[in-house]
């Protein structure tokens, strides 16, 4: 029996891929950006990986500087490869990646996000597609090492991650935004309501198929970084209380505990003042103190099991507010 030779129509159509890039205040790097991803999408345009109306799409987050005039450049010199989206204020990096990426469901196969500082590797797009062909539904770009990271970023950035899996969040380990999602997965992202974004810990959370390609972090070409200090805590802080409500479980404890303390430190002090060794009034005082405490701690953790609860199911405001669109994403 001779061998079949396979033809085109046995492999599938590459899909139409979207690229999401959040942008805020980006106008340093997004010129160079913009030339780096066109020339990937034209050479995987070029390798059957993407379909030839696969596109870039640009979300600009509210910027005070001219990131929406060089988007709308690009939009105009290369409309089939560029689109654009301006959000009317801003709204924080996680609410403009989900805005691209719920823009972009209804027209592509799969969407890439990225950030527009050209740290992530581009050249593993490549293998990230081809993860997807292969049946893997979302794909995460995820860092080999924090070589390139000071000090006081490493160690605080791997202790978040393990606090998180402390707290019970399923987090994929040095991994940021730089995805690929496929069309089940992204219908399955916009089910989810939540007003207080943490993608890093929803998207896991989705349970398709997954896989993962490891890249080295580059230092950022130009500009400031988006998440000083204080936006990383902020961040941190969005992540577990979006995502976990075991911190308002370990103040019900800690009250547990303090009324445990309040029990002995009552039979303490009964036994001291039989045995004669007793100073006036300082029992009675210390004992109400760990006593109402307590009660107050345990009180405040029983209502703030509800109020988690609540927190997380009933919150109904816009993510955000689209402005302007440029194109069909």
């Known amino acids: 029996m001779t061998g079949m030779k396979l033809t085109n129509r046995d492999y599938p159509p590459p899909p139409r891929t979207s690229i999401v890039v959040p942008c805020y205040n980006e106008a340093e790097v997004l010129p160079e950006t913009a030339k780096r991803l066109l020339k990937k999408i034209n050479q995987l345009r070029s390798d059957s990986l993407v379909s ?40 924080g990096h996680q609410n403009a990646l989900l805005c691209g990426l719920l ?20 050249s593993i797009i490549d293998d990230m597609l081809k993860k997807h062909r292969e049946g893997c539904e979302i794909v995460y770009g995820v860092r080999s090492d924090r070589n390139s990271d000071s000090v006081f970023k490493r160690v605080s ?7 998180m899996r402390l707290l019970g969040v399923d987090i994929v380990y040095n991994h940021a935004d730089f995805r690929l999602m496929g069309k089940r997965s992204l219908e399955a992202l916009s089910q989810y309501g939540e007003v207080n974004l943490f993608l890093r810990g929803i998207i896991p959370m989705l349970g398709f198929k997954t896989g993962v390609e490891y890249y080295e972090r580059k230092a950022r070409f130009a500009g400031e970084s988006k998440y000083p200090l204080h936006k990383m805590v902020k961040f941190a ?51 109400s103190l760990w006593g109402i405490g307590g009660l107050i701690l345990f009180a405040i953790g029983i209502v703030g099991e509800y109020i988690g609860k609540i927190y997380l199911e009933v919150k109904h405001r816009p993510r955000y507010i689209i402005e302007t669109i440029l194109g069909e994403q």
């Open 52 to 91: 030839e109306n696969s596109k870039i799409v640009f979300v600009d987050d509210g910027s005070s500087d001219k990131t929406w005039e060089i988007i709308q450049q690009l939009h105009q010199a290369s409309p089939e490869s560029f689109c654009g989206i301006k959000l009317s204020k801003n709204r």
């Open 237 to 287: 802080l969005e992540g577990v209380t979006s995502l976990s409500i075991k911190p308002i479980r370990l103040i019900t404890l800690l009250g547990i505990l303090m009324l445990c303390v309040s029990v002995i430190m009552i039979v303490y002090f009964v036994t001291r003042h039989f045995s004669g060794d007793a100073v006036r009034g300082w029992p009675s005082m210390i004992v």
């Open 157 to 163: 950035a791997q202790s978040f991650y393990r606090f």
């Open 103 to 122: 823009s972009v469901k209804d027209y592509c196969d799969a969407a890439i996000s990225i950030d527009a500082d050209l740290q992530d590797d581009v």
